[in-house]
């Protein structure tokens, strides 16, 4: 009934989309396997993409050839550019969604692509042979053969619902769980603990008071995620912004006894960064009132997102606390919000590829990792994705080291440190963040994916070349033209910069704080005119090059520097046990975790520094 | 260590005793064949079979069954040896031709020469030490003094990686301040403002200031003092240095090698070294290589730390003494002034049944040194006026002085001192790139390009640790070791 496929990837959520198409657009034969063909690529949880640091890797995962980017800019329904105040690798894209759209558009994506087969059943389990997986074998008993498998089971794997005292299996709300596979990892010796995640309630757009809340419109001038020629947005929808109140914590505490978190019903870790309500109410009892985003769910629809409400306390006790919050007096809700519990496997388990180290050609992405978020989810998958196929096509795998991308930073993470709660991206987890910036993802990863062979990359790469082109350009100019006094000396006064008594070249200008090209061409019209001849994104791109050079400049020093470090290799069979200069500890992880530089090495926690000169004097440095 | 042909399963054989004739010398073998090796010469009880940390008499023979010589050997059975392997020592009788013969015959038994700094490597390598600890091994074979030997002993107590723990710690919680504002910019938090930024982080570059400053007192007290001393000819110079050092005279001797061209001694006062330069020899030069000699000097005495002033009491008036003091201060210098000959001044008086005192007062206080003496009371200077090198009158007061300059208050029992001079660069490095990220907070550059710069600084204060760990940094390290510990 089933061919062999090159590519199984079980679950379509973000990380199994992204997977499907990355595996797909190498070449591979695809199959994605998923419960429900109607839930493909559902944002579970608020109906956004992008954000600090998540917003760069949707940047990345563009630039590598992934889709994500390319859905969310047809689907978006608002656009802001966060951080914008701070310099120009904090700023970080992020958009509405419309919750439906998105998901639709993922799906005729999907279905366009002649490579992606799909089923639809639960898969029970995987087929290994000879510690190798051969296929997948679903709830009907069918077994689907195929040359690798790529796990992308989000929160379904025994997955369990808290609200209040009620609780009931499911990965998401109304969805069966997925059962069997934990159980046959654990035989086949994998490790597997319990993650918490929560979700706030829906409720009626209709039923609340817009104007008893705050009002926070999208950029002016929106942008967008991916680097293709994605239709720009013409309207958008605003979110609101509201508080909760003393009168709301104190009626939320009378559902405390009766919450799964106090009582000790869930076991797994929640997130420090992304608590429920009830656990911002415990924690920080000296805070008053706590900020809650008021996001739509689409262009159309009435159903409105309360993000920062996340709760799994009782539904009474949310409806009658919501009740309490401004602009909520006579809301009406859809579902309230739930907390869920279900299996991860601890990431170390794995290798820099992502495949796991107990059976070959098996890859996991997401959730099932530890991870939180759709952008981590997405990167991990699309990683998984080429990794698998390079797997089958028994080529060295594609891994992105931390000076290279977000992508790098979060699966070495994974891989080196594990993680306890769910992970998330932060920018201050990247060492090099200067170099790691949204305005050239494309200039770092294009490249990378179009030599690995990824389908379809010469239209980016072409205007990679142009965008490198035109800031060479731009710089040239700036470097040669002078700024002359009588023209520039009213806008520099007018943003607080000295003003120039002689001419000086304009590239001394530009890097002058609160200086912007922006600023310079509107008091220089020749420079106007040069200008126009480029568009806004490869301006900006230039600009950053250079005003910022010299920051850059000092951050790929230090990258060098490290490099030193990344570039000794360490060979899996190293036999770590024969060196007892390294500490107990140290050879217990480096055994276990196997890393693959000495970098790596020195990132694992138990393993010191003397460590690490032990490791390079035995590796003959 | 770019070329280093570490083996850890052979065992290796040094002098662990300086190159040199002396009483005895010590011989270390260190790894698992080292008492097999040193059981087939060595006639006596069978070592393999002793406890740890047992010493036996016997002799080494040849293999033609010649006594080489009688020695004491030394177990020490691994782990429970410095290297945590098994060591044994072998002391001999000092002539360096005999140690020699006994190497000879070790390594003819399958031990290996020690590469210079093999036998601490092991030690680090097995896990006996961390990085700094290694490095003070280094200062404390080098140390000379006990004040630097302190220094080395409390690096190797782990004393400066608690400070840096403790400095990193700080910039570490610091660093979160401003990164909260980067990636919870959207967050409903309060955030840390400018001037609050401001403060902490001078209140951490103070911290790595004092460090810092400790460097010149911690580097001065491992390579010594440098202590000029001046003064007109005939003002008493080398009898007042005579006197000096009489005491000290087993640990007196000249530098050798290089430094020979200076007439310098070294005086050990209470643990501290002074390096005492006598500028005596300044105007001598016939020649070019005495020329060459001369500046040598020069630059030392520019370099010098104390500059120790003596003029003949009975014969300078103080205006003169302050003249030549200006000619030879170098800005940052310690002063002693020290008035020689009162001796003479006591004869004149015993001769001329002068009354002493009302002589002093009229000759020195009154008349000549009122102004003088408050000038250099406000620069600091300290002054003896009634020395006399020739009867040892106030020597021991010259010395309780010295110290006074040489430390200070400036070393009290647990303070942290920074000896070493990768530490301090990498301490200056930190502190400049905290400079750098004042200034831009003080700018109005945004927070990602502060955050850049303290954790540059906190990567500097990882090079002390040894959180960032180079093959570089290795090789400077070991190969700055003697041989045999």
Redesign the interface.
């Known amino acids: 009934m089933f061919p062999e496929y090159d590519v199984i990837v079980v679950g379509g959520g973000h990380a199994g989309c992204e997977a499907a198409v990355a595996a797909a657009n190498l070449g591979s034969k695809v199959m994605l396997a998923t419960m429900n063909m109607q839930t493909i690529a559902q944002m579970s949880c608020n109906p956004a993409m992008g ?3 998540k917003g760069q890797i949707v940047r990345e995962v563009d630039a590598l050839g992934g889709y994500s980017g390319i859905v969310t800019d047809h689907t978006m329904i608002q656009f802001r550019m ?2 914008r ?3 120009p ?2 700023w970080s894209p992020r958009a509405q969604s419309d919750r439906m759209l998105f998901a639709q558009k993922w799906r005729m994506l999907l279905e366009a692509h002649p490579n992606v087969d799909f089923w639809q059943e639960m898969v029970k389990g995987i087929v290994v042979k000879d510690g190798r997986v051969v296929g997948v074998r679903t709830g009907m008993g069918l077994e689907i053969p195929a040359k690798s498998v790529v796990l992308t089971n989000g929160t379904f794997l025994n997955g369990l619902i808290h609200i209040g005292e009620k609780q009931f299996g499911g990965g998401r709300a109304g969805e069966k769980a997925a059962t069997g596979i934990t159980e046959q990892l654990l035989e086949l010796g994998f490790e597997s603990g319990r993650m918490k995640t929560g979700t706030p309630p829906r409720v009626d757009g209709r039923s609340l008071d817009w104007d008893a809340m705050e009002l926070q419109p999208g950029d002016e001038k929106p942008g967008k995620f991916s680097y293709t020629d994605t239709p720009k947005m013409a309207k958008q929808r605003p979110c609101h912004v509201t ?1 909760t109140n003393k009168k709301v914590h104190d009626m939320l505490k009378t559902g405390f006894e009766r919450s799964p978190m106090f009582n000790g019903r869930i076991r797994g870790l929640g997130p420090r960064y992304c608590p429920s309500i009830e656990d911002k109410i415990d924690r920080f009892a000296d805070r008053d ?3 809650l985003f008021v996001e739509p769910e689409g262009w159309d629809t009435i159903e409105v997102y309360v993000n920062g409400f996340s709760s799994s306390l009782p539904e009474d006790v949310q409806f009658e606390a919501m009740r309490l919050i401004p602009g909520f007096e006579n809301a009406k809700m859809f579902r309230p919000g739930y907390a869920i519990e279900y299996d991860y496997f601890p990431p170390v388990q794995l290798r820099s590829s992502l495949e796991t180290r107990l059976v070959k050609n098996l890859f996991f992405a997401g959730q099932i990792n530890g991870t939180t978020g759709y952008e981590e989810a997405a990167c991990q998958g699309l990683m998984a994705g080429f990794n698998a196929h390079l797997a089958v096509a028994e080529e060295e795998p594609f891994i992105l080291e931390r000076s290279e991308a977000y992508i790098g930073v979060l699966i070495d993470d994974l891989v080196t440190k594990g993680t306890e709660e769910p992970y998330r991206m ?3 987890r990247a ?1 090099y ?2 170099l790691l910036r949204q305005d050239n993802a494309d200039i770092r990863l294009t490249p990378i994916a179009e030599k690995m062979g990824v389908k379809d990359m010469a239209q980016r790469m072409e205007k990679v070349q142009t965008k490198q082109e035109a800031a060479k350009e731009i710089e040239k100019y700036f470097k040669n033209t002078s700024a002359d006094p009588n023209l520039v000396n009213g806008y520099l006064e007018s943003v607080g910069s000295k003003p120039l008594s002689q001419k000086v070249k304009l590239r001394q200008v530009l890097v002058r ?1 609160h200086v912007s090209i922006e600023g310079l061409r509107g008091v220089m019209p020749e420079l106007d005119n040069i200008l126009n001849n480029y568009i806004n994104e490869n301006i900006e791109y230039a600009e950053v090059e250079m005003k910022y050079a010299g ?1 850059i400049t ?2 790929q020093e ?1 990258v060098d ?2 490099n ?2 990344e570039s000794v290799r360490l060979y899996e069979n190293f036999d770590y046990a024969s060196v ?4 107990a500890e140290a050879r217990e992880k480096l055994a276990r975790l196997k890393p693959r530089t000495i970098g790596q090495a ?1 990132r694992i926690s138990g393993v ?3 460590d ?3 490791l ?3 590796v ?2 | 260590m770019a070329n280093s042909n570490y083996i850890p399963g052979d065992t290796i054989v040094a002098l662990a005793t300086p190159q040199g004739v002396g009483a005895i010398g010590v011989i270390r073998l260190s790894g698992p064949k080292a008492i097999a090796i040193c059981d087939s010469v060595f006639y006596g009880k069978q070592l393999s079979e002793q406890a740890s940390h047992t010493i036996h008499f016997g002799t080494i023979r040849s293999d033609e069954g010649n006594v080489i010589d009688e020695v004491l050997v030394s177990l020490f059975i691994a782990p429970k040896s410095y290297t945590k392997e098994n060591v044994v020592e072998i002391s001999g009788h000092g002539s360096p031709y005999i140690l020699q013969q006994i190497i000879q015959i070790l390594i003819k038994k399958g031990a290996r020469m020690a590469q210079p700094g093999e036998f601490t490597l092991r030690a680090f390598l097995n896990g006996q030490m961390d990085l700094s600890q290694a490095e003070a091994v280094a200062d404390l074979i080098a140390a000379n003094s006990q004040a630097s030997h302190q220094i080395a002993m409390q690096q190797m107590r782990g004393g400066i990686s608690t400070e840096i723990q403790k400095l990193r710690r700080e910039l570490i919680d610091f660093a979160a301040l401003i990164e909260l504002e980067l990636d919870f910019g959207e967050e409903d938090v309060e955030f840390a403002d400018r001037k609050k930024l401001e403060n902490l982080i001078i209140k951490i570059k103070n911290l790595l200031q004092t460090l810092m400053d400790s460097f010149r007192l911690g580097n001065a007290l491992k390579e010594g003092i440098n202590t000029v001393i001046a003064g007109r000819p005939n003002a008493g110079k080398s009898t007042l240095l005579n006197a000096l050092l009489q005491e000290d005279r087993a640990i007196v001797s000249d530098i050798a090698g290089t430094t020979r061209d200076l007439i310098e001694e070294i005086l050990n006062i209470d643990g501290i070294t002074f390096r005492l330069i006598d500028t005596a020899g300044l105007r001598e030069a016939t020649d070019t290589i005495e020329a060459i000699g001369i500046k040598k000097t020069l630059e030392k005495v520019n370099q010098s730390s104390i500059l120790v002033y003596v003029y003949d009491s009975f014969d300078l008036e103080p205006p003169q003494v302050k003249e030549d003091i200006a000619k030879l201060y170098k800005e940052g210098m310690k002063v002693l002034i020290i008035g020689n000959k009162s001796d003479m001044i006591e004869n004149m008086y015993n001769q001329q049944a002068l009354q002493y005192d009302k002589y002093y007062k009229e000759k020195y206080q009154k008349e000549n040194w009122g102004g003088i003496h408050k000038e250099f009371e406000e620069r600091g200077f300290l002054h003896i006026k009634e020395v006399s090198a020739k009867t040892n009158r106030n020597i021991i007061l010259i010395k309780r002085y010295l110290i006074n300059l040489a430390i200070g208050d400036g070393l009290t029992a647990n303070q942290t001192i920074v000896a070493n001079s990768r530490h301090y660069e990498a301490l200056s490095g930190a502190h400049q790139s905290l400079d750098q990220a004042l200034t831009n907070l003080q700018s109005g550059i945004t927070g990602d390009f502060v955050a850049m710069d303290i954790r540059h600084a906190l990567n500097y204060l990882g090079e002390i640790t040894g959180e960032i760990s180079t093959d570089d940094l290795l090789d400077s390290i070991f190969t700055r070791f003697c041989i045999g510990k």
């Open positions: 954000g600090v640091a966060l951080n105040s701070k310099g690798a904090m508080y009132r706590h900020q932060f920018t201050s060492e963040r200067i704080p920051y000092k951050e230090m520097k490290m030193r470090l007892t200069a390294l500490s020195s010191s520094p003397s690490i000169s032990v390079l004097v035995h003959g440095r």
